[in-house]
């Protein structure tokens, strides 16, 4: 990794409660917080803004969104109150163009993105940014618009994309069965297997990821494995490519994390 260069990782979010617990996934976040280098800024990308059209947050504040429900009262009185970069938010749209990024006033920081920042950086010290996700678009365009944003890395940008390689909520086994399907076990290791693919986005097994045997079932709407593309997008040819945790709770949630440099 270049000395300027900052990392980029897809983080395996899971469930809210991990804002409130301790275990193996929210240690290799804080780990994550506490070896990387300290980032001048971060650009989130969360699954949990799933757009028409393509937007990033310009507020000074951004407020913080508990876009859940059913949870205990302490997680939504946790907030995360990092403060936003109109300036970056305007770099963003000028680096995206010529896709047109509107300047959001009003989103904040859903769940997706504080949900693992407050465990990285449980200051809040650091500015933030979020960018939509436009689901008109294909596996292949986000996959670009990655390669877009990696100038930002060079630029002391930490690039954090969050959500789920897989992540089918209608088959999950509550009541602490964590028998997971076979369809899961397979996309799973099909995705850490394709992670170093050198290639273009037609020939890229990952944003291709629909032709694999286990994919309508492991995304059955595509919003959580998206970011990963994002992630993947980034990554110059010199760059190692490493998992830090990796497992899959409930049966059917992947909590596989990916950093690039």
Same mark, same amino acid.
């Given at each position: 990794?270049?000395?300027?260069?900052?990392?980029?990782?897809?983080?395996?979010?899971?469930?809210?409660?991990?804002?409130?617990?301790?275990?193996?996934?929210?240690?290799?976040?804080?780990?994550?917080?506490?070896? /990387?280098? %300290?980032?001048? =800024?971060? $650009?989130?990308?969360?699954?949990?803004?799933?757009?028409?059209?393509?937007? +990033?947050?310009?507020?000074?504040?951004?407020?913080?969104?508990?876009?859940?429900?059913?949870?205990?009262?302490?997680?939504?009185?946790?907030?995360?109150?990092?403060?936003?970069?109109?300036?970056?938010?305007?770099?963003?749209?000028?680096?995206?163009?010529?896709?047109?990024?509107?300047?959001?006033?009003?989103?904040?920081?859903?769940?997706?993105?504080?949900?693992?920042?407050?465990?990285?950086?449980?200051?809040?010290?650091?500015?933030?940014?979020?960018?939509?996700?436009?689901?008109?678009?294909?596996?292949?365009?986000?996959?670009? /618009?990655? %390669?877009?944003? =990696?100038? $930002?890395?060079?630029?002391?940008?930490?690039?954090?994309?969050?959500?789920? +390689?897989?992540?089918?909520?209608?088959?999950?086994?509550?009541?602490?069965?964590?028998?997971?399907?076979?369809?899961?076990?397979?996309?799973?290791?099909?995705?850490?297997?394709?992670?170093?693919?050198?290639?273009?986005?037609?020939?890229?097994?990952?944003?291709?990821?629909?032709?694999?045997?286990?994919?309508?079932?492991?995304?059955?709407?595509?919003?959580?494995?998206?970011?990963?593309?994002?992630?993947?997008?980034?990554?110059?040819?010199?760059?190692?490519?490493?998992?830090?945790?990796?497992?899959?709770?409930?049966?059917?949630?992947?909590?596989?994390?990916?950093?690039?440099?």
């Amino acid at each position: 990794m270049s000395p300027l260069r900052m990392p980029a990782l897809f983080l395996g979010h899971g469930s809210p409660m991990n804002v409130l617990e301790e275990n193996r996934y929210t240690e290799a976040w804080r780990k994550a917080g506490q070896i /990387l280098p %300290r980032p001048r =800024a971060i $650009l989130v990308i969360s699954a949990h803004w799933y757009t028409r059209g393509t937007a +990033v947050t310009a507020m000074e504040n951004p407020r913080t969104i508990h876009d859940f429900g059913g949870f205990p009262q302490a997680l939504f009185d946790t907030h995360y109150r990092a403060p936003g970069s109109p300036a970056l938010a305007q770099q963003i749209a000028e680096i995206l163009m010529p896709v047109p990024v509107q300047l959001d006033m009003d989103w904040g920081f859903d769940h997706g993105s504080w949900g693992v920042l407050n465990k990285m950086y449980p200051d809040a010290d650091i500015p933030v940014v979020q960018l939509s996700i436009d689901a008109t678009q294909p596996a292949a365009w986000h996959f670009e /618009l990655g %390669r877009k944003l =990696a100038v $930002l890395r060079e630029q002391g940008v930490m690039i954090i994309a969050s959500g789920n +390689v897989v992540h089918n909520l209608r088959r999950v086994r509550w009541g602490g069965d964590n028998d997971i399907y076979p369809w899961a076990t397979k996309f799973n290791q099909f995705v850490r297997e394709n992670l170093a693919f050198q290639g273009e986005a037609d020939t890229h097994p990952l944003v291709n990821f629909m032709q694999h045997e286990g994919a309508a079932l492991s995304n059955p709407t595509p919003e959580h494995y998206l970011p990963l593309l994002y992630i993947l997008g980034t990554r110059q040819a010199d760059e190692a490519i490493s998992i830090p945790v990796d497992g899959i709770e409930l049966g059917t949630i992947s909590m596989l994390s990916v950093q690039v440099g």
